[in-house]
């Protein structure tokens, strides 16, 4: 085309000189086709109408489309260039050239009211083609606000057999919610993703429509692909169909016929499809049950899903991130951490449980040592508690709920319970005493080893003292007694001490009790030890 002669119509000249556009045919329809990178073959082509003014030059879509759709002339704009597509089919068919579907884009307006669907039939008819060579475009704003009229657009158009794709999938972000309304068969990336560097923020988004779309069996043909790297980040990340200047830009029938004759042409695979499907899904619904538990009346929660020895987690909720002590901006970090960071030792853990509950289809539990790095409060180790269940499959992907705690400070005081207890029992055995600890806030007793060989007792006692007060450890004439030292305990008393005839035998023991105070001074815990009294140990004996 010649640039001098190009200049770009205001809104009034645009609507002045539509009329005569149609009467002299200056609109025409470009293809831009779309490949399966992998194959490198042709898997459809989009229908793109250029407008070329005898005076002004090539009039961009961008700018007259936006017109027509604000004074009413789409419809006629949409008709017109579904007949040439028709027309276009029509002689391909006829001249024996291998065709693929033709990508059509429908204005949100076309389908307000009217007869649009009824008109787009009769002159499929016309031209008698198959339906199976449309794919229509809609877009994702002609969609949101739960609009029951589009929904009720897309189910007619099903019914009489059309494809229908999604455009300009994600553009918003409201994306995701529409899936759950709108059953649509692919859907089409838009290229603002595929804008400056590829990964950070956009590839995120990316990365999780993808997976998602897998999920559902829905394909996803990327638009805008320019460079090869954007391809390749595509393919790797589950995307294999692209459409955009790398492969081609929209071009004119004959050079579209030619690309057709020359290249081979293949068909579209959907995702995956999962065998338990139904489950997986409602995780992505975000307004089921399912849904509104997994963000709100649980834990910690995350889907994750594994295969061969990868594990990916797809979404967390809010307390997952609380759990670890992450803010929203880091829930990235936990997203796309490979294997969830973990060493070799924990990995192996991790995904023997993933097996185990594969296997028994129940939940399966396991405790790992996971690293988080936070920007803020720098590296940390977490000692977190896994349950987890299979919710999907396919036949190399596992889906899994998990559920989470962050036991750290758990084990943490255990670890350090286990250790003072170890102390005390080793120099109980040394010293030749019994000993106990009570703990003056939950009345609970913890016996030394020997205690529990010697008299019987087991491990934890509660509401200590009565149940040795019952079986006559202590005696009746001194249970009162021994009850006022916990009370005088519980007051604040740091030591007490006597000699108490222990046991059925009234053996006499040294009882002393010895109490430890908190920062603030309240008394919570008490060392008792009994030593037998000399005389006593002859006794004994
Ligand atoms: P769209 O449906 O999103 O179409 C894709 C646009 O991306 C096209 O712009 C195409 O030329 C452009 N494109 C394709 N590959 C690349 C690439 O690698 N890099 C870049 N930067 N751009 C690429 P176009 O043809 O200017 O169309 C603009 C919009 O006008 C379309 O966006 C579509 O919404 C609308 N449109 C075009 N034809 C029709 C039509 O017949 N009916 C209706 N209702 N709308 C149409
Ligand atoms: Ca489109
Ligand atoms: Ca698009």
Redesign the pocket.
Known sequence: MDNSKRYFMNKNEILENTEQAFEEEQFL??F?PQYNYTSKKIIGA?????WFHPLYGMQ???DF?PV??SSGY?TR??LY?FEKICAFLRKCIDKNVRIVPIS????RY?VYGGNFIEDMEAIRKRYDIPVTYFRI?I?ESSLVGGNEYMIRIVESLHSLGYVVEM??FGSGYSSLNVLKDVEVDII?L??IF?RGKIGGRGGIIINSIIKMANWLGTPVIA????TIDQAEYLQSIGCNYI????FS??VPENEYIDMLKSSKICEMKSGMKLIDKLDAEKFWNYESIETLVFNSLVGGAAVISYEKGKIETLRVNQNYLKELGMNMEQQEVVLYQKNLGFDKQNAKIYIDTIKRAIKSKENETCRTWRPIHSPCCGDDNLYIESTMRVIGHNESQTLLYVLIRNITDDYRSFQQLAESEKKFRTASEQANIYCWEYNIGTKEMRPCSRCMRDLGLPPLIENYPEPVIESGLFPADYADMYRDWHKQLAEGADHLEAIIPLTKDRIPFHVRYTAEFDEVGHPYKAYGSATLVVDGEDKNK
């Not at 989009?46 to 250029?50: G, I, N, P, S, T």
């Not at 059509?104 to 204005?107: D, L």
Request: aromatic share 10%; proline share 5%.
């Open positions: 329809v470009y831009q989009e229908a793109l109408v250029r961009s879509p961008g489309i027509y759709e789409i704009l949409d260039v059509f884009n429908v204005s076309d475009e877009t455009d300009d089409k838009d290229m595929m638009e805008g692909v320019e459409q955009g200047y790398l830009k929209p």
